[in-house]
């Protein structure tokens, strides 16, 4: 059976190997393009979010090139992206396109169903074959935020911003190859190097900035800009509150990150749905930590991320931490978000510069 998935951030390096070794032929989810978002903006509902329409743009570009089965995550709470895997199956088969929707629910939440779509995944060659590759997808998952966590450590202070950029490809090429948990643990070590042998400035002291929001828009930098690189190059450091590793460790649990809501609580009391609790909570721990700001970055029309939005400005003036909130859809241009982020950039360091000076 031919199987694919949504691209999103490195999640594809994990995904794709893991369903090979299970006995799938995968169909690759290309980059997300012009071409991918044109796709999707043609079909979807006028309304729906960005993350919707580049995803329903991979799904047709994927069963064009004969995909039977998309397997993706769903989601609890009252974001509509619970309902984006019918939605998506609805307008795929109203195309001419029967391909089959397997969507993975939190295993907490409906263990039942959970166990019986995992049996079919499953099924090609058995559990024990899920356990052990498993495990090595596991590691690879870790090992790509630990290598993508030390690039934006190390971008702001590379002196050739496209050496490092180059070390980060290869570095993630020598993870994708990886084909046991010691192959793995060597090319994460082999990536770090790689990284770390670039000159660096290690007296410049960058900009701390939060990176927050949801999550498609905030790992996908065909979403985002490539937002990351582009603060990166320009002289900060970039801290992102989601991870694969963790954002599955959370989803598997479907009751995690509860310190973060419990940050949030003073000004947010209730799940919101999607992250739009989290982010108002990640405001306040990236206040605590010291971070210089904090940049939501949030599909056009999310409800959670509009909710979390309207109480910024009180959690910014009560923690003294300047927000500053992306929306993003279709018409997003580059040159725009890039002078806002100089702008914003502009008033951190004359932040800074005062509270130095005082």
């Keep these: 059976m031919k199987i694919s998935f949504p691209y999103m951030g490195t999640s594809h390096i994990v995904v794709s190997y893991l369903f090979e070794k299970l006995g799938f032929e995968v169909i690759y989810p290309p980059t997300p393009s012009k071409r991918t978002l044109s796709l999707g903006v043609q079909y979807a509902p006028e309304f729906a979010c960005l993350p919707f329409k580049i995803v329903l743009g991979t799904y047709l570009e994927v069963v064009e090139k004969g995909a039977e089965i998309l397997?993706?995550?769903?989601?609890?709470?009252?974001?509509?992206?619970?309902?984006?895997?019918?939605?998506?199956?609805?307008?795929?088969?109203?195309?001419?396109?029967?391909?089959?929707?397997?969507?993975?629910?939190?295993?907490?939440?409906?263990?039942?169903?959970?166990?019986?779509?995992?049996?079919?995944?499953?099924?090609?060659?058995?559990?024990?074959?899920?356990?052990?590759?498993?495990?090595?997808?596991?590691?690879?998952?870790?090992?790509?935020?630990?290598?993508?966590?030390?690039?934006?450590?190390?971008?702001?202070?590379?002196?050739?911003?496209?050496?490092?950029?180059?070390?980060?490809?290869?570095?993630?090429?020598?993870?994708?190859?990886?084909?046991?948990?010691?192959?793995?643990?060597?090319?994460?070590?082999?990536?770090?190097?790689?990284?770390?042998?670039?000159?660096?400035?290690?007296?410049?002291?960058?900009l701390r900035i939060g990176l927050?929001?949801?999550?498609?828009?905030?790992?996908?930098?065909?979403?985002?800009?490539?937002i990351e690189r582009l603060l990166g190059e320009r002289g900060a450091y970039v801290h992102r509150s989601i991870f694969l590793a963790n954002w599955t460790r959370d989803n598997v649990l479907a009751h995690g990150e509860k310190d973060i809501r419990a940050m949030a609580i003073p000004y947010l009391n209730q799940m919101v749905g999607g992250h739009g609790q989290n982010?108002?909570?990640e405001v306040v721990r990236y206040a605590e930590e010291g971070f210089d700001g904090v940049i939501q970055l949030a599909p056009f029309t999310c409800i959670p991320e509009i909710v979390a939005k309207s109480i910024m400005p009180a959690v910014s003036r009560d923690k003294n931490i300047p927000v500053m909130t992306l929306f993003l859809d279709e018409q997003t241009g580059q040159a725009g978000i890039e002078t806002r982020i100089e702008a914003f950039l502009d008033l951190l360091w004359q932040k800074r510069k005062k509270q130095e000076a005082s």
């Design 71 to 206: 397997i993706t995550s769903g989601g609890c709470g009252p974001c509509r992206a619970g309902y984006y895997g019918e939605l998506h199956k609805r307008i795929l088969h109203d195309l001419g396109y029967p391909v089959e929707m397997i969507v993975i629910e939190p295993p907490l939440v409906e263990p039942l169903d959970f166990l019986r779509k995992l049996h079919k995944i499953v099924k090609p060659k058995g559990i024990f074959n899920l356990l052990h590759y498993g495990r090595i997808a596991l590691e690879k998952l870790k090992a790509l935020d630990v290598v993508e966590s030390t690039l934006h450590e190390l971008r702001p202070l590379a002196l050739d911003k496209q050496q490092i950029n180059q070390a980060y490809i290869e570095g993630l090429e020598l993870i994708r190859q990886a084909d046991s948990v010691k192959e793995v643990i060597e090319a994460k070590k082999a990536a770090l190097e790689m990284l770390e042998s670039v000159p660096a400035d290690h007296t410049f002291k960058p």
């Design 212 to 226: 927050i929001g949801e999550i498609y828009v905030v790992l996908e930098p065909a979403a985002n800009h490539d």
């Design 279 to 281: 982010s108002v909570g």
